[in-house]
């Protein structure tokens, strides 16, 4: 059960493993499943695959810090008392991580959990060591041979202090505002919902399962033409937005509705092969509704950049290319603010830069081969 490396094949009992993890975690991160439930069902999918892997001490190993990683994260999610987080970061701290990436990701969920429960020493004393090793093996990493690069550590020092100085200004008594804390969650259920926002929250949940049940008429199959599709999810919008209400929620649902649709309506000309004229209208459909679940549409701009390349559609492509371009270049000038919310590191937009230009040349290259193909 080792720690998946890029580029190879999962199978056997690691396959069985991760499939039925992964069936597991979309169920236990619904709202309706409480943390003690999930933490249940995973000691259950633990015991299973450590019977499974025999006297095979290392698979055995591997599975429980996988199920303990998953209970941090679960943690962190659900929110359960603090020492339910604790005792998921002492069950990890015990079993060991399987590599720094790891130990990583999982010591930011912990000092998140810290935050959120305003106990920034506890934070503190796992990031502060953690930034120091991570300094010194940056280091390390300029030289050939090395098991992460060197743009690895540059993204996980600018993460993990970014965290870290949002505790030091927690323990001065300073209010993060991108910090979610119990004390205001609890402040902010505890003032009930106004009628406008109970019928938004209503609407919403009805559009989503309308929109999911257009989803589930083409997800497996791909039988239906990506024209009926679209129309489907157009249907859905009209419907919904003509039953909003007036005011500031309804304003904001109506907005959101728009933007999901458009963003259905791009994928969905992505799983059905669509014709590139359909990905340009969900494209400009995406564009003026604004990116829901994709915070600066880093994927989706991504995937319409390939597409116009696979189209042979350079002028698109470029369209989209120079001026991401030039935002990231810009946001790279800019100096670093304190406590800055989080969000792409400057290693990240390093890398994005690169892939971009990159991108931008083959896309240059296409212009000067002649005419884009309709």
């Known amino acids: 059960m080792g720690r998946l490396k890029h580029g190879r094949k999962l199978e056997g009992e690691e396959l069985a493993f991760v499939k039925a993890h992964g069936k597991l975690l979309v169920e236990s991160l619904k709202p309706c499943r409480n943390f003690a439930e999930a933490v249940e069902d ?51 701290v015990r079993l060991g991580f399987s590599g720094i990436d790891i130990e990583c990701n999982t010591s930011w969920r912990y000092a998140d959990c810290c935050a959120y429960d305003e106990r920034p020493d506890e934070g503190l004393a796992v990031l502060e060591p953690l930034l120091a090793k991570l300094e010194r093996q940056f280091q390390d990493a300029r030289g050939a041979g090395a098991e992460y690069p060197a743009h690895f550590y540059e993204h996980e020092i600018e993460q993990l202090a970014n965290l870290r100085d949002a505790l030091l200004a927690q323990k001065r ?19 009930p919902p106004t009628p406008e926002e109970e019928q938004e929250d209503a609407l919403w949940d009805e559009f989503a399962s309308a929109r999911r049940a257009v989803y589930n008429t083409f997800a497996k199959s791909k039988g239906r033409s990506f024209a009926d599709v679209a129309a489907d999810y157009r249907r859905v919008e009209a419907e919904f937005t003509a039953r909003a209400g007036e005011g500031k929620a309804f304003e904001e649902c109506v907005r959101d509705m728009r933007a999901a649709t458009a963003e259905s309506i791009f994928m969905a000309a992505e799983m059905l092969g669509a014709p590139f004229a359909a990905w340009r209208e969900g494209w400009d459909a995406l564009v003026r509704s604004g990116f829901i679940s994709d915070g600066k549409g880093w994927v989706h701009r991504g995937m319409y950049v390939e597409i116009c390349l696979a189209s042979n559609e350079p002028e698109a492509g470029l369209a989209v290319v120079e001026p991401w371009i030039a935002e990231i270049e810009g946001q790279l000038q800019e100096p670093k603010k304190p406590l800055q919310p989080p969000g792409h590191t400057r290693a990240e937009l390093g890398r994005k830069l690169e892939e971009l230009h990159e991108l931008r040349d083959k896309l240059m290259a296409k212009r000067r081969g002649g005419e884009p193909s309709t």
Do not use: M, Y
């Not at 999918?45 to 679960?74: C, H, K, N, W, Y």
């Not at 991108?178 to 969650?185: K, M, N, P, Q, S």
């Open 173 to 191: 008594g300073e209010v993060v505002p991108w910090l979610e804390t119990r004390r205001a969650d609890e402040a902010q259920q505890s003032t």
């Open 42 to 92: 995973f000691r259950k999918l633990e015991a299973e695959f450590v019977e499974r892997a025999g006297d095979d001490e290392f698979d055995v190993t591997e599975t429980r810090r996988r199920i303990a990683e998953t209970i941090l994260l679960l943690a962190q999610d659900k929110h359960p008392p603090f020492e339910a987080c604790r005792d998921a970061w002492n069950d990890l």
